[in-house]
């Protein structure tokens, strides 16, 4: 079946075209380049995986709650929508929701794909082009990896939201090389990965756990590497050219904030725009999630340098403006080893599993 007849609304054209601007540069130094950028460049080849075997896809997923969300973090819980709805009704609601989200997550890695594209083509230096030559390629096993999922396990889509649209073709539009760093690596990642961890850690399905620690795992490499690049680049730039992005990042950063509100599915509900925003805003639950999805943001926008009056402002406006000293390379190792950790309890299983059957193997010959 065609992608184009599982999405809940219609997704309008089957392509976007976004005209491209910029120079495409070349580098003739082969042999110099930045020790601990080519060591992340190192890791992220030893660290590639096959998204069709690392993921166990025979587990079930109930596509009426394919993440086991509480009724509690249900926006309409609580108000009069919500005692209408019948349990079907509920369930479709759940399903919605998980499709909505996962959309975004699908659509913002084909972004982040074609943005470490644009980084090849357009950085300077041959050490990130190389790096960013593994990144393009884990973009792409994410985006198999969350389409598959929408497709077998959810069958449902829904298409990419105004405003994750709107800061990608921001960036892509930008002709500096250091654009796409700043709007994908920083905003975009930083903030999709943190609604990964979230619900990594909050979910009691194994499939959806899967999925998001394997890719965070990688993730964490992405920022990693943006972090490196900006911040060396960064230190050259006049007061003038921190603010123009400075600026970038405070107006990206309201578009993602809005971007979280999933709007979308409720006026599926026969919910009206205008009430569907205001009970969004009223969410105690979408409050929290907002701080937390800021936490990967704030200390990697502070560590590269951009930490101007007006981006303080706009972030205590926010209300993470205390996000500034999160430990980044704490947050990060724990990606990692969270990844590691569930790989070895899932083989320790298999292997376990492998030995009770040659066990019984073995006893049922001896008594044959």
């Known amino acids: 079946m065609s992608t184009l007849d599982l999405y809940a609304n219609d997704p309008g054209s089957a ?4 005209p491209a601007s910029g120079a495409a540069r070349f580098s003739w130094e082969y042999d110099e380049g930045r020790d601990r950028l080519l060591a992340l460049y190192q890791k992220g080849k030893d660290k590639q995986w096959d998204g069709a075997r690392r993921i166990d896809w025979d587990l079930e997923v109930d596509p009426y709650d394919p993440l086991g969300t509480p009724d509690e973090a249900m926006t309409v819980h609580g108000t009069r929508h919500w005692a209408k709805m019948t349990e079907k009704d509920r369930g ?16 913002g890695e ?50 990419i939201n105004d405003n994750l649209r709107s800061l990608l073709g921001d960036t892509l539009r930008d002709s500096r090389w250091d654009m796409p760093y ?9 903030l999709a990965l943190a609604a990964f961890g979230m619900i990594r850690d909050t979910t009691n399905k194994p499939l959806p756990k899967q999925i998001l620690a394997y890719v965070m795992q990688d ?11 900006l911040r060396d680049y960064y230190r050259q730039l006049t007061d003038a050219e921190l603010r123009e992005r400075e600026e970038f990042v405070i107006e990206g950063c309201y578009l993602m904030r ?16 205008r009430e569907a925003e205001e009970m969004s805003e009223r969410s105690e639950f979408l409050q929290l999630f907002r701080k937390l999805l800021f936490s990967r943001i704030v200390p990697c926008v502070k560590d590269i340098g951009l930490w101007g009056e007006r981006l303080q402002k706009a972030y205590l406006d926010m209300g993470v403006f205390d996000l500034g000293d999160s430990s980044l390379d704490l947050l990060m190792a724990q990606d990692e080893e969270i990844a590691e950790r569930l790989d070895a309890e899932r083989f320790a299983k298999e292997e376990a599993e492998r030995v009770a059957e040659v066990t019984d193997a073995i006893a049922d010959g001896a008594t044959a």
């Open 110 to 159: 084909q972004g982040a794909m074609v943005c470490a594209a644009r980084i090849i083509e357009a950085v300077p230096d041959l050490d990130a082009k190389f790096y960013s030559a593994t990144q393009a390629m884990d973009e792409a096993r994410h985006a198999e990896v969350y389409g598959r999922f929408l497709h077998e396990k959810i069958g449902m889509l829904y298409p």
């Open 15 to 18: 392509d976007w075209q976004v």
């Open 258 to 273: 809005d971007r979280l509100r999933g709007v979308e599915v409720l006026e599926n509900f026969g919910i009206p725009k």
């Open 182 to 190: 700043l709007g994908m690596q920083v905003l975009i990642e930083g």
């Open 219 to 229: 993730e964490a490499r992405h920022v990693a590497f943006g972090r490196m690049a």
């Open 92 to 107: 479709d609601l759940r399903r919605h929701y998980a499709s909505w989200q996962f959309s975004q997550f699908l659509h």
